[in-house]
C-alpha cells in the first residue's frame, strides 16, 4: 500500500472512530434518559454502525425515503436505541430528540417501529424476520434494475429461526448480490447465551455452505469491519454477503465491559454519568470538546 493510500485510510479510520464515539454517547444519554434500554448491545455495535452509515451506505439524511438509498434493516428491533443512535449521528434525526426517548408520542420508541421513526425501514419483531423481508426487498430491486443495496443487521439469537435460514437459503437461489447480511454475535439473548439455547458454531461455515460470499472479523476492531465492508462491497460475486461481527456488549465503557454478560444489562442511576465519563476516558476526551 502506498504512503498516500495508507495516510488516507489512517484518515477514514479516524474520522470513523469519532463517529463511534458519538454514536456510543447518544445511546448512553438516551438509556439515561428512561434509565434503561439496551446500551449493552448499543455499545457493542456502535463500530458497525459507524462503518454502514458513514461509509458504506447511500443515504440522504434529509430525504430518508430517498428512492435510490440504500435500505438499512434493523431485524432486532430492541436494538432500536443503537440505530437511533446512528441516525441522529447521521443527521436523520436531531439531537433534540434524545431527551423524550421512549416516552409517549416520541418518534423514537424503546422498541423500533418503522411508522414511528424517520430511517426506520422496518418494525423489527418478531425477530427472524427481517432477512425475509431483506430477502423481498433486494429482489425488487433487482426486478427494478436499481443499484440499491439492502444491509440486514440480524442478531446470532436469530440464527435460532427457521425463517432466518429459509431466506438465507432464499437469498442464495435468487442471486442476491444487492444484499449484505451483517451478524452481532454476542452470545446473548434473552433466555441465556446464544451458544447454550442453540450452539450456532460453525457459524461461518453454514453460511458458506448455504451459498453466501462470508466474512468474519472481531466487531469491535473499526479497521477489520471497515476491511470486510469494503471487500463485501467490491466484490463482483454473485452470491449475496454476510459480514459476521464478534461484538462485546458494554464496548467502550470498561465497567459494562467487565459486568457480567446478560441480555439486558443493568446500569444504576448513578452510574449513567460514570458510563458517560469513562467513554470520555477511553476515546481520550476532555471535557468541553464534545
Known amino acids: 500500500m502506498s504512503q498516500t493510500a495508507t495516510a488516507s485510510k489512517a484518515s477514514t479510520v479516524e ?19 428512561q434509565g434503561q434500554g439496551y446500551v449493552g448491545q448499543a455499545l457493542g455495535i456502535a463500530d458497525v454502525l459507524a462503518v454502514s452509515y458513514f461509509h458504506a451506505l447511500k443515504i440522504d439524511p434529509k430525504n430518508p425515503e430517498w428512492e435510490e438509498r440504500d435500505r438499512f434493516l ?52 418478531s425477530l427472524g424476520h427481517g432477512l425475509g423481508i431483506g430477502v423481498g426487498m433486494a429482489l425488487g430491486l433487482k426486478r427494478k434494475q436499481s443499484t440499491s443495496r439492502i444491509f440486514n443487521l440480524l442478531s446470532d439469537g ?8 429459509e431466506a438465507v437459503a432464499s437469498a442464495a437461489h435468487w442471486k442476491l448480490d444487492n444484499l449484505i447480511a451483517i451478524v452481532d454475535v454476542n452470545d446473548q439473548q434473552a433466555d441465556d447465551k446464544s451458544s ?21 472479523v472481531d466487531g469491535n476492531d473499526l479497521e477489520a469491519v471497515l ?49 458517560l465519563k469513562e467513554l470520555d476516558d477511553v476515546y481520550g476526551i476532555q471535557s468541553g470538546e464534545k
Open 15 to 33: 474520522a470513523l472512530r469519532k463517529r463511534t464515539y458519538n454514536i456510543r454517547r447518544h445511546a448512553l444519554r438516551m438509556g439515561e434518559v
Open 74 to 125: 434493523l431485524s432486532i428491533g430492541h436494538y432500536a436505541i443503537a440505530l437511533y443512535a446512528a441516525l441522529i449521528e447521521a443527521g436523520v434525526i436531531s439531537e433534540d430528540e434524545i431527551e423524550d426517548y421512549g416516552s409517549d408520542d416520541s418518534i423514537l420508541p424503546m422498541s423500533g417501529m418503522a411508522a414511528y421513526t424517520p430511517g426506520m425501514e422496518i418494525t423489527g419483531g
Open 158 to 165: 436469530e440464527l435460532n429461526e427457521g425463517s432466518t435460514w
Open 196 to 216: 447454550m439455547v442453540l450452539n450456532y458454531e460453525p457459524i461461518a461455515d453454514k453460511w458458506t455452505a448455504f451459498g453466501w460470499e462470508t466474512y468474519r
Open 227 to 275: 476491511e470486510a465492508f469494503d471487500s463485501a462491497l467490491a466484490s463482483n460475486s454473485d452470491k449475496p454477503r454476510v459480514i459476521i461481527c464478534d461484538t462485546l456488549m458494554g464496548c467502550g465503557v470498561p465497567f459494562l465491559e467487565r459486568r457480567d454478560k446478560t441480555h439486558f444489562i443493568r446500569v444504576d442511576e448513578n452510574e449513567w454519568s460514570l458510563a
